[in-house]
């Protein structure tokens, strides 16, 4: 991640509209701000995913993701869980591990890619 080349800005999170993301169980809410361009581009997301949200993927993206509210747990191909709860984060590197993501309570997350 390279961060260059936008100027500083707030962002009110609640001014921004969900856009939903259907899992294989429940749904996400995603609030998506892109800042740069190109290669430097960089995706910010305020995420809350329902209780009893399973993944419909693998994911091989690399995120920084910090757990505001709740817990998930995410699983790695290789058969690790990582627990995240509240006030946790976590960091994968692009095409480094493949990993989705469970909640049975809900989770809000700021995630950063």
């Known amino acids: 991640m390279k961060l260059e080349n936008f100027a500083i800005a707030l962002t009110d999170w609640s001014e921004i509209e969900p ?49 505001i509210k709740g817990g998930m747990d995410t699983h790695l191909k290789d058969g690790r869980v990582l627990k995240v709860r509240e006030g946790m984060s976590y960091q994968v590197a692009d095409d480094a591990e493949a990993h989705s993501s469970r909640t049975e309570t809900g989770a809000t997350l700021f995630i950063v890619d």
């Open 19 to 67: 856009e939903r993301h259907e899992g294989d169980e429940g749904y996400s809410l995603w609030r998506v701000q892109y800042f740069g361009e190109g290669e430097s581009r960089v995706r910010v997301r305020l995420v809350e995913h329902s209780p009893g949200y399973v993944s419909d993927h693998w994911c091989l993206k690399g995120h920084v993701i910090f757990c």
